[in-house]
Nanobody, 124 residues
Framework: QVQLVESGGGLVQAGDSLRLSCAASGRTFSRYAMGWFRQAPGKERAFVATISWTGGNTYYADSVKGRFTISRDNAKNTVYLQMNSLKPEDTAVYYC?????????????????WGQGTQVTVSS
């Protein structure tokens, strides 16, 4: 059982940076691949980034590649999403999720545990 709580969202201007955090409960956090997804109003929840349980492998959606960085600290049971050069189209509710699938899963269906989300709004 894993409970996830996101934080760090807010209202920023285009070009600014934000760092999202996702704190996980449970002793087996290090065994889960972790992902970030986002959902804009009227749109489907979409994959943003994923990181393997060791932290050695990451994968990003094309729309954020080169601007966002996912990382994790297994000692702190926390996964991060550093977001730089933010754009208005990055505006969404951001969710972290945990998966028992090996590797770096990108499909929503691979993730069993989800956080409640944190709002990120980027003004132009």
């Amino acid at each position: 059982q894993v409970q996830l709580v996101e934080s760090g969202g807010g209202l920023v201007q285009a070009g600014d940076s934000l760092r999202l955090s996702c704190a996980a409960s449970g002793r087996t956090f290090s065994r889960y691949a972790m992902g970030w997804f986002r959902q804009a109003p009227g749109k489907e929840r979409a994959f943003v980034a994923t990181i393997s349980w060791t932290g050695g492998n990451t994968y990003y959606a094309d729309s954020v590649k080169g601007r966002f960085t996912i990382s994790r600290d297994n000692a702190k049971n926390t996964v991060y999403l550093q977001m730089n050069s933010l754009k208005p189209e990055d505006t969404a509710v951001y969710y972290c999720a945990a998966s028992t699938t090996d590797g770096i899963p990108t499909m929503k269906s691979a993730y069993y545990y989800w956080g409640q989300g944190t709002q990120v709004t980027v003004s132009s």
